[in-house]
């Protein structure tokens, strides 16, 4: 709870515009910076590290997939680091030393976290395979709550981070800081692809544990250095020199993300028959969409035999589709389709593409598989641009925090569920047949389908009944939140 408390809730309305700067393009891009690094470090984390588990050492992908999982699974945890950061200042700041201090700790827990994986794979290499022998569990045990931490030290940094730009920002430039900085997350995963595949070009695709070790180690020492230099090039002297916090009241952040609890946010999402549809359609299609980051690498690395720097750079081709497609759609593709055939016919795009991947593994194809990723960004853009669009349509304003908060906190969820879904199914695919390709089209095929089944949700999306009956529904559930 912030500490500021003002009688008159217009105050943000009151306060002199003129006494805070506003923010200027070339800060915007400053700040898009933190978001470039959380796009690198998510290279390492899933594109990377989950690779070395499934392939390198051979970890069973549900395992790999679940310890990874965690640092999604904490995402409940952003309610109260957004809450302290308005409640108790940090080096001085509100905002930025939270910003700070978050990422010095995930970068320096994504290093660990590559040591104790060394350790899951000494401890296999010992038992001969993997095997449920107290030495490998505990581990594995070990791994799985470095990236609790990891996923806490994001939430520490990144919440605070989303308020920093509520706070410098005004309603007027909100959308093009947003735009701006959401793009700078599309390119640190491009980035991120191409500079890790650099540094991994000499390692082959069956290459030694003790190459893989030096070769991994040096990335993740490279690497979140470099994401701790741009953090601090993005944030420092934002906040003091921009920052309208002190200007605005309580009552103004009181509808923000970071104070929605997971609570409010299930009773928002069922409070009528359109937010359930609604948000059924965002849940299945999240799901739909992320399951292939814990297998995407070990994919290319098992049936194409493509080394870590090639599957690493796979990232790129759907990252920068996924550019093209969040940048363009706004403008190209929605005023002439509108909102929700844009995000159907993304999601009918996103299945093709799921198809040419699997096709591309019975042709044995890179190029193919290439196109094919490609494709899955642009109509992930496409998708993703169409739903949010049409999100903002489908509240109130008076409500609006609330409910773009609570999505925040179920499509967190949903990314951790879709990373656990996919190792999962992996691995039973793996049981039930020994060819990969057919193990690995399991799961692009269950993500195609599920991509079908949120279009059924889509299509029954009234936006009119949305609006004539759901503020009412949504209103009575904060009313009784305040009681």
Partial sequence: MATEHFSDPTAMQSADPGSRPRVTLLTMFRLGLFQMGLGIMSILTLGVLNRVLIDGLAVPAIIAAGAIAMHQFVAPAR???GQMSDSKRLFGLHRSGYVWLGTICFTILSF??????????NSISAAGAWAWTPQIVGWTIALAFLFTLYGLALSAGSTP???LLVDVSDEDNRSQIVGVVWSMLMVGIVIGAILSGGLLRQLEADAPIASLQVAIDRLFVIVPALVIVLVILGTVGIEKKYSRFSNRSTFTKTNREDKITLGTALKVL???RQTGLFFSF???MTISLFMQEPVLEPYGGQVFGMTYAETTQLNAFWGMGTLVGLSSTGFLVVPRLGKQRTAAIGCWFVAVSFSLIILSGFTQNPSLLRGALLLFGLASGVTTTGAISMMLDLTAAETA??????WGLSQALARAIATVTGGAVLSLGRQLFTNLVFAYGLVFAIQAMGMMI?????NRVNVKEFQDNSRQAIATVLESELD
């Fill in 79 to 81: 309610v109260w680091f």
């Fill in 112 to 121: 660990l976290a590559v040591q104790v994986t060394w350790q899951v794979g």
């Fill in 161 to 163: 981070f989303a308020a």
């Fill in 270 to 272: 069922t409070a009528s």
């Fill in 282 to 284: 965002l849940l299945v």
């Fill in 401 to 406: 925090g609330t409910f773009i908060g609570a």
């Fill in 454 to 458: 949120a279009v059924w949700f889509l």
